[in-house]
């Protein structure tokens, strides 16, 4: 049972567009949510997080926003470039399961020059 | 500051064969992973220690096995290599703050191919 659904599981954009990543989850006891993101032949690194006491949180040109009475979050590029072409996990975590991060299955970001 | 190294990056097995991947960490961390990543289906957690001398199954530990005998290492290993075994297996270290907040740091990867 996958508790973190993402999508889309591709996405292209042309340069200088928004990318937005969405994801749900069903277990109300997650509070931790973050994104990672992943380029070829590497591992996977985190980019921003949030936790469900505000509504959205943004680093630069990243932004995370959340509905908690839905139970979705979603990542926004703005001005997306041809270097943020990666794949992009979410995924959400609660101190009860011992910390382990329950995994969205990845969007695979491509940005056209 | 090495962070997470994973050796070795490449292998190729026969079905049959047993191997270790070696995962170090140079952060004190006191939580470790294994992860498997194929195409399409993200990352599956394979087994996790929570501190030196602790390990437990994750969602695939079926044909691995692994042991945290000092804190900065977490050995993974294949006793019997199966063709369903081919995948890149990443291993991540973590701490986690108040909050629940935290960050996992992931090595480079070691792909594995089962013949």
């Known amino acids: 049972q996958q508790q973190v659904k993402q999508s889309p599981q591709s996405l292209i954009v042309q340069k200088g567009g928004i990318s937005i990543i969405n994801c749900a989850y069903e277990n109300t006891a997650f509070d931790y949510f973050p994104w990672y993101q992943q380029f070829p032949g590497k591992g996977p690194a985190l980019l921003i997080a949030?936790?469900?006491d505000v509504s959205e949180k943004k680093e630069g040109r990243f932004t995370i926003s959340f509905n908690k009475s839905a139970k979705q979050f979603s990542l926004h590029i703005m001005d997306s470039q041809p270097g943020d072409s990666a794949t992009y996990f979410c995924?959400?975590?609660?101190?009860?399961?011992?910390?382990?991060?329950?995994w969205g299955l990845g969007t695979s970001l491509a940005v056209n020059p | 500051n090495a962070g997470v190294t994973q050796t070795p990056k490449f292998r190729v097995l026969k079905t049959g064969q047993s191997m270790t991947l070696l995962c170090a960490q140079d952060m004190n961390h006191e939580y470790m992973y294994w992860y498997r990543q194929d195409p399409g289906m993200g990352l599956r957690l394979i087994h996790y220690s929570v501190g030196e001398g602790t390990t437990a199954k994750g969602e695939v530990p079926d044909g691995y096995n692994v042991s945290r005998l000092k804190k900065q290492n977490f050995l993974l290993g294949l006793e019997s290599a199966a063709p369903s075994q081919t995948s890149v297996y990443f291993c991540a270290s973590s701490y986690w703050g108040q909050e629940n907040t935290g960050e996992l740091f992931f090595g480079e990867g070691s792909r594995l191919t089962v013949l």
């Open positions: 949030i936790r469900p």
């Open positions: 995924a959400a975590s609660s101190a009860g399961n011992n910390r382990k991060l329950i």
